[in-house]
């Protein structure tokens, strides 16, 4: 079974300027770490050794950090620079043929801070057919967030980005696992993001994956504090 990553971090970050005026969001520290850092170990720890991750702020000190890790690590991380940003779903179909050689795909929104065993993602993806898995995970907030209902297999059966009115709090908590075929698919579909453009389309064909440990987006300045204060009761 060949994996590879997608690690997106091209963002501007806006919501932490002054910060992210001369640190990249996926570079901000975390106890002490990158915010990258704490993706590579969970590869590390899963097997996985081939990562992609997409540029375009700042792309010099993530390029420094990418010579590091592989000079360093066994995960290998490779550039895919956008002058203009391509969507979490434009990356995708900027860069077709990374899964090519793979029988899946680990998706990763590299600003979120979390303790998820990708071990048990990949082994639970593996268990069903459906082309997709995603991570969710309960949130306080789901008029905020992507939200998924799921039947009684695991199976999505409706997902509405941030819903006036949620249906659950089961939310989606940007990890997923494609086939190479879903890969492809979405590729194909020139689209922009995949909240709003490509999951409903896999509604009905993807299975949801809770975690029950710590998840939190980094990308409000008390969302960081707060993930400073975390960072210490962690395991990572």
Not at 161 to 168: F, M, N, R
């Amino acid at each position: 079974m060949t994996t590879r990553a997608l690690l997106l971090a091209g963002g501007l970050g806006t919501r932490l300027r002054p910060l992210t005026d001369t640190v990249p969001k996926c570079l901000i520290e975390v106890g002490g770490r990158p915010m990258l850092d704490y993706w590579v170990d969970a590869l590390e720890h899963a097997g996985v050794h081939d990562a992609l991750i997409n540029t375009h702020h700042l792309p010099e000190p993530v390029r420094a950090y990418i010579t590091q890790i592989n000079a360093t690590r066994p995960v290998t991380l490779h550039e895919a620079f956008e002058p203009e940003l391509q969507g979490s779903a434009g990356t995708l179909h900027a860069n077709r043929n990374f899964a090519d050689d793979a029988d899946e795909v680990v998706v990763i929104y590299a600003d979120n801070l979390s303790d998820i065993d990708l071990n048990a993602f990949l082994t639970f993806h593996r268990q069903h057919d459906d082309p997709v898995t995603m991570a969710l995970f309960r949130t306080p907030y789901p008029k905020k967030c992507g939200i998924a209902t799921l039947d009684g297999a695991g199976r999505i059966t409706d997902f509405v980005e941030k819903p006036d009115v949620p249906d659950s709090d089961l939310a989606n908590a940007g990890l997923y696992v494609l086939s190479r075929a879903a890969w492809r698919e979405i590729a194909d579909m020139d689209a922009f993001d995949f909240g709003f453009d490509v999951i409903p389309k896999f509604v009905g064909r993807m299975r949801g994956f809770e975690h029950q440990g710590y998840h939190r987006d980094i990308g409000t300045p008390e969302s960081l504090t707060q993930a400073q204060h975390d960072i210490k009761g962690l395991a990572l």
